[in-house]
């Protein structure tokens, strides 16, 4: 969360420019080391996309005759636009489902006093100790005692709220001044709108960050998609990426095309909403 | 616009009370101001009135009619923040507006109104702007707006001018009372700056522990406080006290007797007499006449307040302009007759004046 928020190209950063420290110089060479091992398997990624079925081992980052085959490939296959098109459904929806749901019930922990309040908060907290493996069994039983296998629903439901958005969303309502909403109230709006109006607009950034935790956590989902589908048609992306590779012998090029595609949705999701999170932080309202 | 009754009006916080059964009566259109220490219970009592507080016990009529159970946006009251809580992610017109987003008037009709507003508060040029870039006073005066576009039946303020600095406090003070003048609204202040109850109010309400003290207008206040409590804390500098000794119509004070007092009361006595009052320079006939050493001067370009050390006591007296007394000198000063204050030493209530 820190790192989200801050901006690039600040003074700080200038000023340190000048003061190397040898702390820093190792700080630095860890980041750097870091950042390449993060990095290396994209390019990898990327570069295997371009290259034909029979260059895949051959290792040169830069490809000896790059194509675009796969892609081709890969877009005019109607099953890649299916699970395409499931994953972006349904994460869409379940972070819809989160920024509201999470922030609502967030937003009732954090600014309404009633009886049996921090109960309800310690229970919510204490889901968040329970792995989803163990889950995963009652999960699917009760999926198929309400017909949700192999439907979007029960793909979705487990994640439609979660115990970690609404305890961020409680944490950062807790920081609205009560100010807000009581002149809210006295300029007559109802509760809802209060919160919807008023309390949402100022945890922009809280809102933001939920959304990209959501979205790329629901995108990326294997375990509980690969259980609860059974047809194909159901598949999210990454389900169906990996039959790619179960099925004949491994295509390596395709499942590569398949993932960088893949990651063009959550980059997208990423650079848009990490701009609010910075305009966020600079919003003021109050006497400052 | 409304008549606002408050009726033994208890507030309790569990096993701790803020504000113990206060009566007052605000009559329509008039300004009324809360002063009192922090802590007394002003904001609770605002609170109350505002509906942002369940009320305890008591009454609270608005308009005649009993409000306790109203929610506030029953109540059409309007209320302005000490820090102003204008939203940031509006701008400035549409922070004004927003007073009016339950009202069902036409969209021309809100236009106009929140262009009226802004009008009289100089806030035309910066309807577009958002509250990130406008002064402390800007501010103030967006949250003022969206109050006024409502056409409350009363406004309520709770310190609303503390954040800002003491130019920029004096020059909303005036503004708030034109606007009272020109709209004719209740309004009811919170404050503990005395200063701006003083110079605001129609009526004053002096509050400690959660009680009323002293209702009046700012001079029977000032001239007729009910007891040390309020006579301190009306008038700047504060009032001086010296030790006394009441004899029947005999008061024995700083080594002189003072003949003629009326309430005949025996025993200590506290003398009160304001600074402004106590003036540096010989006795006249009569009155109160002190000497002592100067520990501090303050000078004031139009007066200078004189630090004394009077047997033990410390007080104040001023001086004109130019003169400046030494520090560690021997002065007199003196006051007149009638302009002495007396006080219970016991029970610190006002005996009269002297
Ligand atoms: N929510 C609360 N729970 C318990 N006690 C409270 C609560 N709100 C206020 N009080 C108490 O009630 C008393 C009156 O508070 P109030 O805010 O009305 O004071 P005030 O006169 O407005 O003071 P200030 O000038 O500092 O604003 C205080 O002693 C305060 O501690
Ligand atoms: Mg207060």
Redesign the pocket.
């Known amino acids: 969360m820190a790192a989200l928020m801050t901006r690039p190209g600040s003074p700080e950063l200038a000023a340190n420019r000048r003061n190397i420290r040898p702390g820093r110089v190792m700080v630095w060479t860890l980041l750097f080391i870091g950042g390449v091992i993060m990095v290396t398997p994209l390019l990898y990624m990327f570069s295997t996309s371009l290259k034909s079925a029979g260059q895949v081992y051959d290792l040169r980052l830069i490809p000896a005759a790059p194509t675009l085959d796969n892609y081709i490939k890969v877009l005019s296959d109607g099953r890649f636009l299916r699970w395409f098109f499931n994953s972006t459904l349904i994460a869409l929806c379940v972070t819809l489902s989160n920024v509201f749901f999470d922030s609502l019930v967030g937003y009732t922990l954090a600014k309404f006093d009633f009886r049996g309040r921090y109960l309800v908060f310690i229970a919510i907290l204490s889901t968040l100790m329970i792995p989803t493996e163990m889950l995963v069994i009652p999960w699917y039983l009760m999926s198929a005692q309400f017909g949700w296998i192999d439907t979007y629903w029960g793909i979705m439901f487990p994640g439609m709220m979660t115990a970690f958005g609404t305890f961020l969303m409680k944490q950062f309502f807790e920081s609205v001044p009560n100010d807000f909403l009581e002149a809210a109230r006295v300029d007559g709006l109802n509760e809802f709108t209060i919160w919807w109006r008023i309390a949402m607009p100022m945890v922009v950034p809280a809102i933001s960050a939920l959304a990209i935790f959501t979205f790329l956590g629901n995108w990326t989902a294997f375990f509980w998609p690969l259980i609860v589908t059974n047809s194909r048609e159901l598949y999210t992306l990454p389900v169906g990426l990996s039959s790619f590779a179960v099925e004949q012998s491994i295509q390596w090029e395709m499942i590569m095309t398949g993932a960088a595609l893949a990651t063009i949705p959550t980059l997208l999701v990423f650079l848009v909403l990490q701009r609010f999170i910075v305009r966020g932080v600079m919003l003021a309202g109050l006497k400052g | 616009m409304a008549r606002i009754e408050l009726e033994r009006l208890v507030?309790r916080?569990?096993a701790?009370t803020?504000?113990h059964g206060i009566d007052l009566m605000v009559e329509d259109g008039e300004f009324v101001v809360?002063v009192?220490?922090?802590?007394?219970?002003?904001?609770?009592?605002?609170?109350m009135i505002a509906g942002l507080?369940d009320i305890s016990d008591g009454v609270l009529r608005i308009g005649g009619e009993v409000v306790n159970q109203r929610e506030p946006k029953q109540r059409n009251i309007a209320m302005v923040f000490?820090n102003y809580a204008i939203y940031p992610h509006m701008t400035v017109g549409q922070n004004i507006g927003f007073g009016l987003y339950t009202s069902k008037l036409s969209k021309p009709e809100k236009q106009a109104r929140i262009l009226d507003a802004a009008k009289v508060l100089g806030l035309e040029d910066l309807l577009e702007r958002r509250p990130a870039a406008l002064s402390g006073g800007q501010r103030q005066r967006v949250a003022i707006g969206r109050a006024m576009v409502r056409d409350p039946v009363a406004f309520l303020f709770?310190?609303p001018l503390s954040n800002l600095d003491a130019q920029l406090r004096a020059a909303m003070r005036i503004e708030i009372k034109r606007l009272h003048q020109r709209l004719g609204t209740t309004i009811v202040y919170?404050t503990?700056d005395q200063i701006e109850a003083m110079t605001m109010a129609d009526k004053i309400v002096v509050?400690r522990d959660?009680r009323i003290l002293q209702v009046g207008s700012p001079t029977e206040l000032y001239e007729h406080p009910v007891d040390i409590f309020t006579a301190r804390f009306i008038g700047s500098p504060s009032m001086n006290l010296i030790e006394a000794n009441a004899a029947g119509a005999e008061i024995a004070v700083a080594g002189q007797s003072l003949q003629g007092f009326k309430a005949e009361h025996s025993g200590p006595v506290q003398i009160g007499v304001r600074p402004h009052d106590l003036v540096v320079g010989e006795a006249g006939g009569g009155g109160l006449s002190v000497t002592g050493s100067v520990t501090a001067v303050e000078p004031l370009g139009s007066e200078t307040l004189v630090h004394l050390d009077i047997a033990g006591a410390q007080i104040i007296a001023t001086a004109p302009g130019r003169v400046v007394p030494k520090v560690g000198s021997q002065i007199a000063a003196h006051a007149e007759p009638g302009a002495l204050y007396v006080f219970d030493a016991a029970n610190e209530r006002a005996l009269g004046r002297l």
């Open positions: 507030k916080y569990g701790t803020a504000v809360l009192g220490p922090s802590g007394c219970g002003k904001s609770t009592t605002l609170r507080e000490q709770d310190e919170v503990h509050m959660g």
